[in-house]
């Protein structure tokens, strides 16, 4: 198969080229290449390698009335995702042992759309876990430093973390950490959106963060910071980076779109944790090597009401990720194409993913960059069609996505296959 006449998009630049795939990889890129199978028109539109949402929380099997594979793998085909790995939670069980990690293997293989990776816990006393989830495949562990909000996956400790890291560290694998810390978390003073947000301050967030990088450097363990909020944050990081240690961080499009202020506007449907910070640090964001959705849906109701105490935290957005960057036009497109495909296939050992070139897969976004739109609920394609972005500006209307060069349809279960890399200060956006 030829796509033919496209401009392809990687993260060494843009340029007008054919590519040509056999099986499920690609087998040439360049001009006027020759072919006499199936073609696919791409004048005027670009191709992007397929997105790689690195942070969903698909949560099956257990809590498939807040989300499920089918339709969360559906909605990020949609918008030009081709891969995806899953969180230990909110599935139940949580995937903290081998055996729940092979119910959600099977739920896995069974429905989803794309392929998929899965990311093990780290939670108080599954430390002889950790190695058989490696042996099983799992792309690297999660952890809490602060409660997770569900019971069944409690905060890891400073023993936990610390010894975690040591195995963590010996297996070659790596540690995601949701980075607040609890001694700093504040009771709210009342039910409001401000309450909130003061509740969950920016110190919370940089002691975390410089703990967790004290333990890698200890410990000799990977590390990288899920959705990072603060330009504090990203600073720690960058300096550990530059001091050679093994970091890195993602943040994700809330926070570069949304401030403190907009909480009340948007409602309850945009609360999460870490919450929107101010305008310098949503700047700073812009400069971050990862961005990635943390699509963390649940029902409508329990996103509703005006008690911000009581409303569940979490982001419905993974469909529109690349679309709204693209809107927002601080990323070039060689920028958008690195943070949400390249910088994450090669940070977690994707190898022969986030890239367009001779022998990856052929993983694939052809879209239309002409057109403007915003976030339509019924253009939503999630369990629960609702998102804190509907409104929100679009650009890029998808036409095909392909995943292994083939209709998105049956994904397949993809383990690390290369160790995780760096890519740290070798990437400083100016956004
Ligand atoms: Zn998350």
Redesign the pocket.
């Known amino acids: 198969m030829i796509i033919r006449g496209g401009t392809v998009v990687t993260d060494r630049g843009v340029e007008k080229a054919d590519i040509a795939i056999a099986g499920d990889q690609i087998v040439a890129v360049g001009l006027n290449l020759a072919g006499d199978g199936e073609e696919i028109d791409a004048t005027g539109l670009h191709v992007f390698p397929g997105g790689i949402d690195s ?1 969903v ?1 698909f949560n099956e099997p257990g809590r498939t009335e807040w989300e499920d594979i089918a339709h969360g793998s559906a909605a990020l085909a949609a918008g030009g995702y081709t891969t995806f790995i899953d ?1 230990p939670l909110n599935n139940l069980p949580v995937t903290t042992d081998v055996a729940a990690f092979d119910l959600k293997l099977e739920a896995m293989k069974r429905s989803s759309k794309i392929d998929f990776g899965l990311w093990g816990g780290l939670v108080p006393g599954n430390l002889n876990q950790l190695e058989p989830l490696v042996q099983r495949g799992v792309m690297g562990f999660k952890a809490f430093m602060c409660p997770s909000g569900i019971d069944e996956f409690p905060a890891a400790n400073q023993r936990t973390l610390r010894e975690g890291m040591k195995r963590i560290a010996a297996l070659g694998s790596i540690l995601l950490v ?1 980075a607040e810390d609890p001694s700093r978390l504040l009771e709210p003073k009342g039910s409001s959106a401000m309450d909130f947000i003061r509740s969950r301050p920016h110190v919370a967030e940089r002691a975390a963060i410089a703990q967790a990088i004290e333990l890698a450097d200890a410990t000799g363990c990977r590390l990288h910071v ?2 990072v909020s603060t330009a504090w944050g990203l600073k720690l990081i960058r300096e550990a980076q530059q001091k050679g240690l093994d970091v890195s961080g993602e943040t994700c499009p809330h926070y570069l779109l949304y401030e403190e202020e907009d909480l009340q506007r948007l409602g309850g449907a945009a609360k999460c944790a870490p919450p929107f910070r101010t305008a310098s640090d949503r700047r700073a964001l812009w400069t971050a090597e990862m961005i990635v959705s ?1 699509h ?1 849906p649940s029902t409508l109701d329990l996103k509703s009401g005006d008690d911000f105490t009581k409303i569940w935290g ?1 982001i419905s957005g993974c469909q529109s990720t690349r679309q709204l960057l693209l809107a927002q036009d601080r990323l070039d497109l060689p920028e958008v194409a690195a943070v949400t495909a390249t910088n994450i296939a090669r940070r977690f050992g994707l190898e022969g993913k986030g890239d367009i070139a001779t022998a990856f897969d052929a993983d694939l976004w052809i879209v239309d960059l002409s057109g403007a739109d915003i976030v339509r609920r019924e253009d939503l394609l999630y369990r629960n069609a609702f998102s804190a972005h509907e409104g929100q500006r679009i650009r890029g209307r998808t036409i095909k996505t392909l995943v292994g060069g083939a209709e998105p349809g049956s994904g397949r279960f993809i383990r690390p296959q290369g160790p995780p890399r760096n890519q740290g200060a070798a990437y400083d956006f100016v956004g």
């Open positions: 942070h929380h969180m949701h899920v959705h943390d963390s979490g």
